[in-house]
């Protein structure tokens, strides 16, 4: 597992950064700041860490452009974390390693396999399943019947990929996620019984795409369910039937959407956020975490609450809320001293000037 | 995988619809309204899409009994949901093929299987197990020691069956879900020391009941988790120990309940949805996707809020609540006016006429 | 499965109670207060079950120490959950019963494994994994290469274990669970193209802590997610990279926990609770269900809502908030009202005395 070392300028010129010191120096890898050593690069991504940077024992570190006095070897970029994502995965990514189909894999009729793949023990993939270059499927992983992966494609433990379903190329998707389960479709008669409506459709899943562990994507009622190029979605999201995701979004943990939501590109859905069925989200709508969102957004919209409002008037409306039985306190005391007032100057009951009632 | 096509007549019939138009139209299979062409019959649910009924290129159409204006072939229906999910049934729903249990499959001792069913590849299926009529277990499922298992029950991908629950007949289960976990529940030391109490019941899940992707089902500590029948369950569903549930109820995607929730039949509970341990749901709740509950709710109930509150007073809290920072501020403004009405009456602090203070 | 016999004095003996009537009465299980029969042990929690003793058909009664009036046999004891899950666990723990390595089990190499463990068909190992005693692996269980797992563990159905994880001696892990997916981490460049940051530490699970089906714990991005002794985590509870939870926690249900969130010991989360990332509770925090905590908890808060507030306030706001309709309308009331005295007072418009404006 020893890795190649790298020069620093070598790491400076692959993120387009100003190199500070030795070019010559060598790096075999990345650590946080707190742990990193002698060969390793590290970063800082504020100044608070910057303040620390004499601490550090890294052999080079990645500072933002904020940071003007450095005195060991380091590499300044406009954006740290992009930098170290870019360092970090030169070192770490393995190259494939093909193994072919295990004895012990099960494999149906008219597949679609190229030599170079690897499907561990214990999966199952079925009939006239097409697999791109160098997939890579982990033991428990169910592919049913007609379902495309693209190339490069990993399917993590347990993964099961529904009938029909199309997975594009670099597609990460983890431990146990569910795409293509039937969508929650019922018709109800007049006695109260539900009458289970077919979902025939099926799930697109563009390049790029991660899925977290556990997630749910359910197939669409008629059409598809799609999941545009490079969208994150983190574990155990729920995504409803005909349910669009645009480009580059991000989904963070348990968020729900109910059937035929759409997005724009590049949201930002935040934590255990609820969106009702049939809404829009324009471009780059940001969701702030817990949120219930009921009608459609507009682009660039940031919002939060239940349902969810502007995020600054939600920020005071909050406020506000932890003020309530003040308020309900204050609002009692005034309605008592109006009263007072009011008789203080009508004390027959007459009625004063202006008062028309 | 031609579909035998069916008469429109016979289709009418089948939903007990007024047919329009050529009885003899003959019909392969439905498809959404965009989509559908000729051979297909498609439907309108509402009267917007109703005025775009020209533009379909169906060779019938399913209408709901407020369209009069039809020029084509058609079924009108009181629900038009209703009657495509039959028709849709009717053209999708493929005869049981038994395969047996596959050579790759593994089964215990003493189990009573009939030879019509489907064991995948890759299932396990414990001890004393009991299966009926055309079960299908699809790859990856397990199912534990003495669980009873009904005719005609889906068991999806990498489902789980805990030891001794029993599943009735006609029970769908999506991939990932896992029936018959331990209940959460400990019991605390003074040191704060948490022991393990045990789960020792079972969980029962009636006839026709339809369960979502990755949801989990915990057994009772004593007793019977039991869902009833006809109940319908979405994906990623939390439903702890000694839960039931009547029939027909409808539970969206994200819900969790906590410990020996009970609910009457037909309840509709929203997406993300929490309910607090020991209460009981009323026939024909209804609680909005994202509330809280925690106290009984009368049947024909309709709540929203955390804590849930009635539906109506929900919407105009919720209003309300967008606008508390401009309450905060009039209130502040009101104060201040009081203050000064209560100086121009009584300028010298002496007590105005009606003031008891 | 005939259990042996206990002595109630061995019983009570056993969880430091008061032995009441005859110390020879023989139980041989425990049963819920309703079902208990001829044989069984029982109990009470409150009082209110304990006006009910009289209709208590089992052979003893384990009861609070609140409850005097005791006509049969007994054991009385300061906390009777306690009592009960030792009593239970006396009854129903079983021996363990060592399977080895089944044949259609998969391992990797370099593994050590000793003989008395229990790995069911269908199981897959990877690579240099190193067991404990007495560990059992249900049927599905994947364990990526190097992890590493202690004595006495139970993983259930389909559990996934990461690469280089580490597992503690007597823990449960329910079906379903994900320990060591990726974290979700990304770096974004300029144009909204998000690029995966590596995710290189790993999970460690310490004794006797128990983790739901379908539960997520992803794994460090550097360093150690890391669970300590005695947590008990629900079902489907997420746990991002980097998070660190103490001795002794109860994680219920639907817990969603952003990355790098610490806690302190004896925190209590309740269900569908959120906690924003790099966040620290204190000892013995407590967080009400569907809470939205973004910022340190002190030891011993008690907090509710979203955002979080202390959970006195929050019942008094949250009465409140159904009361926001009504407040609206007292406050546009009020206004009028003190214009008209103001109207009253100053009727030509003159600026009253105190009226500074």
């Given at each position: 597992m020893a890795r190649e070392k790298k020069r620093l300028a070598e790491l400076a010129a692959l993120v387009q950064g100003e190199l500070i010191g030795d070019p010559e120096v060598l790096i075999g890898g990345v650590a946080d700041f707190d742990n990193a050593g002698n060969g390793d690069i590290t970063f800082v991504?504020?100044?608070?860490?910057g303040a620390r940077l004499g601490e550090c024992k890294a052999s080079a570190i990645i500072v933002p452009a904020?940071?003007?006095?450095?005195n060991g070897a380091a590499i300044r970029v406009k954006n740290p974390y992009l930098a170290v994502a870019l360092i970090h995965t030169l070192f770490v990514e393995e190259p494939f390693v093909a193994t072919g189909i295990d004895a012990r894999a099960v494999v149906g009729e008219n597949c679609h396999i190229p030599a170079e793949v690897s499907i561990s023990p214990l999966v199952y993939v079925g009939n006239r399943v097409r697999l791109g270059q160098r997939v890579k499927l982990h033991p428990g992983v169910v592919v049913y019947d007609d379902a495309v992966i693209g190339d490069d494609v990993v399917l993590y433990g347990n993964v099961t990929i529904g009938h029909s379903c199309h997975i594009g190329n670099r597609v990460i998707i983890h431990s146990g996620a569910v795409i293509g389960s039937d969508g929650f479709g019922y018709a109800t008669d007049g006695s109260g019984r539900h009458f289970k409506r077919p979902q025939v459709g099926m799930v697109r899943i563009d390049d790029d795409v991660e899925i977290g562990a556990n997630t749910c994507i359910d197939r669409a009622t008629f059409g598809t369910t799609w999941i545009k190029r490079g969208t994150k979605i983190d574990n155990l999201v729920q995504l409803g039937h005909n349910v669009v995701i645009g480009e580059d979004a991000l989904i963070v943990a348990q968020v729900g959407m109910a059937g035929s939501v759409t997005t724009g590109n590049n949201v930002v859905i935040g934590g255990q956020v609820g969106l009702g069925g049939h809404i829009h989200l324009g471009d780059r709508a940001m969701i702030a975490a817990k949120s219930g969102v009921h009608s459609n957004l507009e682009p660039g919209s940031i919002v939060a609450g239940?349902?969810?409002?502007p995020h600054k008037t939600w920020l005071r409306s909050s406020a506000g809320y932890a003020k309530l039985p003040e308020m309900v306190r204050e609002l009692r005391e005034l309605r008592r001293k109006v009263a007072e007032l009011s008789r203080a100057i009508t004390p027959d009951g007459a009625a004063a000037p202006g008062n028309n009632e």
């Open positions: 991504a504020d100044l608070k860490r904020s940071v003007t006095e450095i239940i349902p969810a409002i």
